[in-house]
């Protein structure tokens, strides 16, 4: 007894596609699933006798009965035995190709069909391949009991083919091409040519056309070939060489305008695709490919979206675990996608996956399941069958409508449609090709439909929505103020909105019925001149899900006279800003004197508008603290009734009090030595107040004199269109800069004569001392001569006096001549002059009697110097030698040699 499988697999809508010639597939290690007819099941059988590493065929009749199937190699008729026919011959093809087989029946026969074999050079199974090529098998199935057989085997009709093959119909219907793509000749490197047979009710034209890849260089064979439903894409996966699409022409079977998919992730990324198939309207490609370590991804790449560059992207990817195979649309809009168990190069598995939603736009929407379909003990292994792809192309187009609206249902197919008969779900049929059926209530329906195709019959479901026609209200009005009592105003018609229905529909706007009868909206809905007073208008409203629904609302103008508004000021720096002429006007104070003063009631709405057409229109309102030059504000009062009448006021900067004043200035750092800096405000002003940089008011006078450094300010005020203005100006007392001292030179070489030059960088010329007392010079440089040595200050002031005076101390070395140790608190001790820590890193002086002795020395900056003892005891009156060894801050070594007398009284 055959044992099998029936799944039902639910999804987002119900969809019964296809006809009924791909209804049996028998692929892989005796794999064999039925698709049903009538609804979505889907059974599994354990009798095919068929083993298949990819390549394999099959097709049933018109009512979905199996008819035969191939690997390729061998036939088996629907009783699963081996079709008789031609002396036993096996078909000439590969079973390693993707593609190696496809079936055709012949146009206008009940009875003919062609199996289309591949076979591909193989240098380890076939070393010669002298029979590689095309071939074509014939098969009459009146034969041998209507078990078919096999008439005539392996007519050659192209060589040096690839091994892929796909078909789909002629632009006429009835025809049918078969493609593939091969080389120009056997010594071409790539596989750059596409060959288009033609099979008629002739039978099969020999002669192919014959399309050249242009700039795509295929050198692999594997990998499949697919033609879209449509018959107008063709999509191509070459492992090493990538993967592509193709525009063809059912009417001449000519391929062209090759674009790129692009596979990589991430530079470095590799993918070598092997399955492909498109989606049932054609618009999507799902392609197969390994990475760089082995693991399997499904790609998807959405055709309409992708622009028109020479790649293609693709839209998601999901990441698998080492199942690689062919990808094949069924006739119910879903995709098969065949696998291994990756152990073994051809090992199977017992599982097919699917793509249940192949329309969808995400990884979640298309619901992508692993091992979704159970084998039993039939295996998949790396193909599915192949067949003619626009068989998958018939469907239900629709999928939603509105209540009480017709909708127009068409079937998509590849032919003339002879004959329909339709059951549209609600008790309601028709025999119409393409009726239109109105619904009376929304809700899910199964529309059912048998449509005639080249005399067979095809039966088709679809679960479509009717949606619910919108909400509206009737008798509604919108009022708008006329501002000259003229009757015409402007409208934003879309005000109307929260009133006749929700606010997330959408509204067109007719004047009248006529209009809405031949679609023609009013084009300026948001402003609206109306043409009577009160005028009907007709409105559309259209919800989320398109549906719609009609009814109307009236305009009206109304003449309502404001008394006079007293007109608003503010100061010019209101803003914060001073000089740009521009204030803040405060339109909340100013709406509660309007109420006020024109006794207007509490239910009474003020807005504030730039212009009377924004005020009209209730467009872009002015907010309560409203920036602005002098200009007119117009103010629209609105109450329970409608329009309360709308009036204009002057808004007006007041202007800002002058204040004369620069940023900074300049005073000398002792002000009583020349003759003072005195400010003014400006006459016009009526206060002024001088301020310190503590915001203390220091004077209110009209005049400042200047004597201090620091930051002041002066605030002016005036009294304009009774309101008193101020204005701040900022400004700061400086001294001079002082002048630097840019270089100071010592000479102490000559002992006569040390040399002090001083260099100086300022604004000024200056005076030199070194006791601050007597000046001399009048340069930028002045030099001392016969200085005595130690430590000097240098003073420099400015010949002026204005500039602060500045003052550096200068170590100028030098050596007594003579000391006298005598305790009297004179000239007690020797050492070198001039010695200080801030100018130099290290001292050391040695002293030496007339025999070279050392007698004493100094290291330390501290030290008084040499006392003349030696041990402890006191040397006589001699003449002594010393040498000295000093290091500067700039690491420069100073040395010095001489003598001197020890004096004793």
């Known amino acids: 007894m055959k044992n099998y499988l029936i799944l039902f697999i639910l999804f987002f809508t119900l969809n019964i596609f296809s006809q009924n010639e791909t209804n049996h597939w028998l692929f892989g290690n005796n794999a064999h699933v039925v698709f049903s007819n009538e609804d979505d099941n889907l059974t599994v059988l354990n009798d095919s006798k068929t083993s298949s590493s990819k390549g394999s065929a ?150 192919p056309v014959v399309s050249e890849n242009g700039d795509i260089f295929i050198f692999d064979s594997l990998g499949e070939l697919k033609l879209s439903p449509n018959g107008e894409k063709v999509v191509y996966a070459a492992n090493d060489s990538g993967a592509f699409v193709f525009d063809f022409n059912s009417n001449n079977g000519i391929v062209s305008n090759p674009k790129r998919l692009s596979l990589a992730t991430s530079p470095g990324d590799n993918s070598f695709p092997y399955g492909a198939t498109f989606s049932i309207d054609s618009n999507i490609i799902y392609l197969e490919a390994l990475d760089n370590s082995d693991n399997s991804r499904l790609y998807q790449f959405d055709l309409e979206n992708s622009g028109s560059s020479n790649f293609i992207n693709f839209s998601f990817i999901i990441n698998l675990n080492k199942n690689r195979g062919a990808l094949q649309l069924a006739r119910n809009g879903k995709i098969y996608y065949a696998t291994n168990s990756g152990e073994g190069f051809f090992e199977g598995l017992e599982f097919l996956n699917v793509i249940n939603n192949p329309l969808g736009k995400d990884r979640n929407e298309i619901n992508f399941q692993q091992n979704s379909v159970n084998l039993l003990e039939g295996k998949s292994r790396f193909g599915l069958p192949n067949f003619i792809q626009s068989y998958f192309r018939t469907r239900i187009l629709n999928e939603k409508g509105c209540e009480n609206s017709a909708v127009n249902f068409i079937v998509d197919t590849y032919t003339d449609i002879q004959d329909a008969d339709w059951d549209f779900g609600d008790g309601n049929t028709s025999t119409l090709i393409n009726p239109n059926h109105t619904y009376n209530s929304p809700g899910k329906y199964i529309v059912k439909t048998t449509v005639r195709i080249n005399n067979s019959l095809i039966k088709l479901k679809k679960e479509i929505e009717i949606f619910a026609q919108p909400e509206v209200q009737s008798g509604k009005s919108l009022k708008q103020c006329d501002t000259d009592n003229d009757g015409i105003s402007l409208f934003d018609l879309t005000d109307i909105k929260t009133e006749i229905t929700d606010i997330d529909n959408k509204l067109i706007f007719y004047k009248d019925n006529a209009d809405l009868i031949s679609d023609k909206p009013i084009i300026n809905p948001e402003g609206y001149e109306n043409e009577s007073n009160p005028q009907n208008i007709i409105v559309k409203v259209i919800n989320k899900n398109g549906c719609s629904n009609i009814t109307n609302f009236t305009i009206e103008t109304l003449f309502v006279q404001l008394n006079n508004i007293d007109p608003i000021f503010t100061c010019e720096d209101s803003d914060g800003i001073s000089g740009n002429n521009m204030g803040v006007f405060s339109l909340a104070e100013k709406r509660k004197s309007i109420k006020t003063n024109l006794n207007l009631s509490n239910d009474t709405t003020l807005k504030f508008y730039s212009n009377p057409k924004d005020a009209q229109l209730t467009k872009d309102e002015l907010p309560d603290d409203y920036q602005s030059i002098t200009t007119t504000i117009w103010v629209r009062a609105d109450n329970a009734s409608g329009c309360g009448g709308i009036q204009s006021f002057n808004a007006t900067v007041n202007s800002q009090p002058i204040i004369n004043l620069i940023d900074s200035y300049t005073i000398c750092f002792n002000p009583s030595l020349k003759p003072p800096i005195i400010l003014s405000a400006d006459v016009s002003s009526e206060k002024n107040e001088w301020r310190n940089s503590l915001g203390t008011i220091i004077s209110t006078a009209k005049d400042f004199t200047l004597t201090n450094t620091g930051i002041y300010s002066l605030t002016s005020y005036n009294t304009e269109n009774g309101i008193e203005c101020s204005y701040t100006k900022e400004f700061e007392v400086i001294n001079p800069e002082s002048a630097v001292f840019s270089d100071v030179l010592v000479n102490t070489e000559d002992e006569t004569n040390n040399t002090l030059e001083i260099f100086i960088d300022g604004n000024s010329t200056y005076e030199f001392s070194l006791d601050n007392n007597i000046f001399f010079g009048n340069s930028n440089n002045y030099t001392f001569t016969k200085v005595t040595p130690g430590l000097r200050t240098v003073y420099v002031r400015d010949i002026n006096n204005c500039e602060t005076p500045i003052q550096q101390k200068v170590s100028v070395l030098g050596t007594k001549k003579f000391f006298t140790p005598n305790g009297d608190g004179k000239n007690d001790y020797w050492n070198i002059r001039g010695l200080d820590p801030n100018f130099f890193k290290s001292i050391n002086i040695v002293i030496f009697n007339r025999y070279g002795r050392i007698v004493a020395s100094i290291n330390d900056f501290n030290s008084p110097g040499w006392d003349g003892t030696f041990n402890g005891k006191m040397l006589i009156s001699n003449n002594y030698w010393f040498t000295v060894e000093i290091i500067d801050m700039d690491d420069n070594v100073i040395k010095k040699t001489g003598n001197f007398a020890l004096i004793r009284k």
């Open 58 to 207: 099959s097709i049933s009749d018109k009512n979905g009965d199996l008819l035969f199937y191939t690997n390729g190699i061998n036939v088996w008729n629907k009783k699963h035995q081996r079709m008789l026919g031609s002396s036993g011959i096996s078909l000439i093809a590969n079973d390693i190709e993707a593609q190696n087989s496809i079936i055709i029946p012949k146009p206008n026969s009940n009875n003919i069909y062609y199996i289309f074999t591949i076979k591909t050079v193989d240098p380890e199974n076939d070393i010669n391949s002298a029979n590689a090529g095309l071939y074509y098998s014939i098969v009459d199935i009146s034969k041998n009991n209507n078990l078919g057989l096999l008439i005539e085997t392996n007519i050659l009709i192209k060589k040096n083919v690839v091994g892929k093959i796909s078909a789909v119909h002629h632009k006429n219907g009835k025809d049918i091409w078969v493609l593939t793509n091969g080389k120009k000749t056997e010594t071409e490197d790539y596989y750059d040519v596409f060959y288009s047979f033609l099979i008629d009710s002739s039978g099969v034209i020999k002669d």
